[in-house]
C-alpha cells in the first residue's frame, strides 16, 4: 500500500469515529519523515505535521519515535548504513573487475531509488551546516568518506591515479553515485529529460551508466606518474 492510500485510510477512519485503527508502519513513518526533511529541514518540520499528514495524534507517533532527533537519527540509519556496508563488504584491493562494478551499481541504485529523498537530505545538511550538521558528520559521513578513501586506495592505484588525487577522486565517486537522486524533482521539469526520473527506465540507464563510469574511473590502465612526466619535460627541454 502506498503512503497516500495508507494517509487517505487513517484519515477516513478518524472521520467515521475511529482514529488510528490502521496506523501506519515504521518505514511508512521513516519514508514520510525523509520526504519532509528533505524539503524542509529537520528544523522545519514539526512532529505535530508529520503526525497530521499521517493520520496519527502527535502523542501516538511518540510512541514510535521518543523525539524528533530520534526520528531523523532513525532515517539516516535506514538510508546510509546499507551503504555504508557496501562500502565495506564489496571494494577489494586492486583491480576492480567488472562484474563487481555491475552488482554494486545494480544494488546501490536500487537502494537510492526506494529512497529518492535521501540524496536532498544529505544536501540540505551540508547546505545548512549549522546544528545537526555536525553530528551528521561525526556519525556519518566521517565514516563514509574514510571508508571510501580506504578502499579505494588501492584500486585507484591501478587505475592511474596519484596519492593525492585520490581523496578528490573519493569525493568524486560520492557525486556519482548521489547526484542523480539530487536532481529528480529538477529533472522533471526539463524539457528535454525523455522519461520520468524514477520510472524503470530511468533507472536502467542509471545503473548502467554508473557502472561505466565507476569503470572509467576504477578500471585498470596503463599508470602514468608526475615523475615520468616530468622526467619526458625535462628531456625535451634539454635536447
Do not use: C
Not at 91 to 109: F, K, M
Not at 147 to 176: C, I, K, N, Q, R
Not at 225 to 230: E, G, H, L, S, V
Request: proline share 6%; hydrophobic share 45%.
Amino acid at each position: 500500500m502506498t503512503l497516500k492510500a495508507v494517509t487517505t485510510a487513517a484519515r477516513s477512519t478518524r472521520r467515521a469515529g475511529h482514529a488510528e485503527a490502521f496506523p501506519p508502519t515504521r518505514d511508512l513513518i521513516l519514508d514520510a519523515a525523509e520526504r519532509l526533511f528533505a524539503a524542509h529541514g529537520v528544523d522545519g518540520v514539526a512532529l505535530r505535521d508529520l503526525a497530521h499528514e499521517l493520520g496519527l495524534t502527535a502523542p501516538s507517533l511518540y510512541n514510535h519515535f521518543p523525539s524528533k532527533q530520534a526520528l531523523y537519527d532513525a532515517v539516516l540509519d535506514r538510508g546510509l548504513r546499507p551503504i555504508f556496508d557496501l562500502l565495506v563488504e564489496a571494494w577489494h584491493p586492486g583491480a576492480v573487475q567488472s562484474a563487481e562494478l555491475r552488482q554494486n551499481a545494480n544494488i546501490l541504485t536500487s537502494h537510492l531509488a526506494t529512497h529518492p529523498h535521501l540524496a536532498r537530505l544529505l544536501q540540505r545538511a551540508l547546505l545548512d551546516r549549522p546544528g545537526r550538521f555536525h553530528a551528521l558528520v561525526s556519525r556519518w559521513l566521517n565514516p563514509l568518506y574514510r571508508e571510501g578513501l580506504a578502499v579505494s586506495a588501492e584500486t585507484a592505484a591501478s587505475a592511474g591515479w596519484e596519492p593525492d588525487e585520490v581523496p578528490h577522486l573519493t569525493l568524486g565517486l560520492f557525486g556519482l553515485m548521489f547526484a542523480y537522486f539530487s536532481y529528480v524533482p529538477a529533472l522533471k521539469d526539463f524539457a528535454a529529460w525523455p522519461e520520468e526520473p524514477l520510472s524503470a527506465q530511468s533507472l536502467a540507464v542509471q545503473r548502467r551508466f554508473l557502472e561505466k563510469a565507476l569503470f572509467r574511473l576504477l578500471g585498470s590502465r596503463p599508470r602514468t606518474t608526475r615523475r615520468k612526466d616530468k622526467s619526458a619535460a625535462v628531456k625535451r627541454a634539454t635536447t
